[in-house]
């Protein structure tokens, strides 16, 4: 497999789902501004995506891909098709108990998590409805996970990095032609992530009938539960439903410490959030998904050498186009800001406040996406433990960090101290891969580093001039001489740094990598 065209495919169809996302924002951005009520939707939404990252794609993607991989390399179809059937049976029996639950303890999940909204009776509400419709998209969001790690394992990337676009598709036609003929608009919102949630099953139906993986459900999950596969994949779960719930425990003491600050400050946070995962998606999650069955292989294969080598040409690329992009969102804040949300009921104070955000996430940008990259080192070979360590120290540190700078710069210093709490992490993963001898750097990391530093120092003069040459604001009245303005001084950033590359001996081809 060329891991390098593989590469381009999944970013491409991640850059897709992102497009559609920021269109998605963008047009909620314009129609309701952030204000209480939309906060009250990102609260309610955060929710079942949290818990999805918990259940469903964070702890049993790194669980269960290492140990599908090893089946269907080692066990052959017939028990790699068993375990699929048995550990389908028992996510989908834990997540629709957890869902039911989740609609009865709405009231309580909301005040935990945004004990800020309490204060505005209507908009703590509207939040708790919001929830209570929006719950079955974890259930849906679960077999949407499972498909994507058996797809991901039989290296069909294309329909699991092109899912999201089905949810954000569905958020335009909500905004577009729902919200506009509802009594409380924002509520469309919320029954778009059902609506996008059930769509984003029936695209993965074909898919997985197609290799012979399609699942079959049991009403006794005692068989599944007796099943060995299904006792390593829960064993495995248990340190990575830890793992993934200290990332989320930050989350969610962030989200509720945003909730007690000025209204509108969860909203800025979001749609910051949004522009950043431009890179984090195209970059770590879109290596992240390769890697991490590649990486498996190569341990069940024994093959330490090509281990080692996966890891290196991911960290590379990572350095190669997460430096830049953390450059641009810090030097480009207000211009991107401005440019894409800017519109209707999206203020100036929105724009400065999202900004602020924005800067901040790119500060620790690099860190946020080697994670993505690092990680999966452990869990290909089925450690979680050393990962969930770590991840508790973060968490402390994120939280002395926020102790330190929302006084001093409030909603953004929630950004500040996820992004260095992400550095933290991928440097401690980073020694823990070189102390074992599973990751050993190739040659030539000194070198890169100083031809890529004079790269992104010209990158960032040319980004400064360009913010500052036009008029971001006023040109709320042109808003497509706005964008040209963007694309040329974006353009202009792009062949400053590829360009710089280029001259100092930077070449595409050392960068292609073909996995076994």
């Known amino acids: 497999m060329n891991l390098h065209k593989t590469l381009a495919t999944v970013s491409g169809m991640t850059m897709l789902s992102r497009v559609t996302g920021l269109l998605r924002e ?63 049976t028992i996510l989908i029996w834990t997540l629709l108990l957890t869902c039911i639950l989740g609609i009865i303890a709405a009231p309580a999940i909301v005040y935990l998590i ?41 290296r069909e990337f294309r329909i699991p990095a092109i899912t999201p676009v089905l949810l954000n598709l569905s958020f335009i036609g909500a905004s577009l032609f729902v919200a506009p003929y509802m009594k409380q608009p924002v509520y469309a919102l919320a029954f778009a992530v059902v609506v996008g949630g059930i769509l984003q099953i ?41 793992a993934v719930s200290v990332a989320q425990i930050s989350l969610i003491i962030n989200t509720n410490i945003a909730s007690r600050l000025e209204n509108g400050s969860v909203s800025w946070l979001s749609y910051a959030d949004r522009l950043m995962e431009f890179p984090t998606a195209l970059l770590g999650v879109a290596l992240g998904t390769i890697l991490l069955p590649s990486l498996a292989k190569a341990h069940a294969d024994a093959n330490t050498t090509e281990y080692s080598a996966l890891l290196d040409w991911g960290l590379r690329l990572t350095f190669l186009l997460a430096l830049p992009s953390a450059v641009g969102l810090a030097t480009l804040s207000e211009p991107l800001t401005a440019t894409l949300f800017h519109y209707g009921k999206f203020d100036l104070q929105s724009v400065t406040m999202t900004s602020r955000a924005l800067v901040a996430y790119g500060v620790g940008l690099i860190g946020l996406i080697l994670v993505k990259i690092l990680a999966p080192g452990f869990y290909a070979k089925q450690d979680i433990k050393t990962p969930v360590k770590i991840a508790i120290g973060v968490l402390i540190a994120t939280q002395l960090m926020n102790l330190l700078f929302v006084p001093w710069i409030a909603h953004a210093g929630l950004a500040l ?12 993963l980073y020694r823990g891969l070189q102390r074992r001898g599973i990751y050993v750097p190739e040659k030539g ?3 890169f580093f100083v031809r890529l530093s004079g790269a992104l120092c010209l990158l960032a003069g040319v980004a400064l001039w360009g913010a500052r040459h036009f008029d971001w604001l006023a040109l709320q009245a042109h808003p497509w001489q706005r964008v040209a303005a963007l694309a040329c001084v974006l353009l202009a950033c792009g062949v400053t740094y590829f360009g710089a590359l280029l001259a100092t001996g930077f070449r595409f081809r050392d960068f292609k990598r073909t996995a076994h």
């Open 445 to 447: 990391w000194g070198l």
């Open 26 to 88: 963008l047009l909620i951005a314009r129609a309701f501004g952030a204000s209480a009520f939309t906060d009250a939707f990102f609260v309610a939404f955060r929710i079942p995506n949290l818990l999805r990252r918990l259940f469903a794609e964070g702890a049993f993607a790194q669980a269960f891909v290492p140990i599908l991989a090893e089946y269907k390399n080692q066990k052959g179809d017939a028990a790699t098709k068993d375990l699929v059937d048995h550990v389908a």
């Open 114 to 154: 945004a004990t800020g909204l309490k204060s505005n009776t209507l908009a703590f509400d509207a939040s708790v409805l919001m929830t209570r419709i929006m719950f079955p998209y974890i259930g849906f969001m679960s077999f949407v996970a499972l498909a994507g790690g058996i797809l991901n394992t039989w």
């Open 202 to 242: 029936a695209i993965q139906i074909p898919a997985l009938s197609r290799i012979g993986m399609l699942p079959r459900f049991s009403f006794n999950p005692r068989v599944a539960l007796g099943d060995a596969g299904v006792k390593r994949v829960l064993k495995q779960m248990v340190p990575a439903t830890f």
């Open 417 to 428: 101290s996820i992004g260095l709490g992400a550095c933290i992490n991928a440097i401690f």
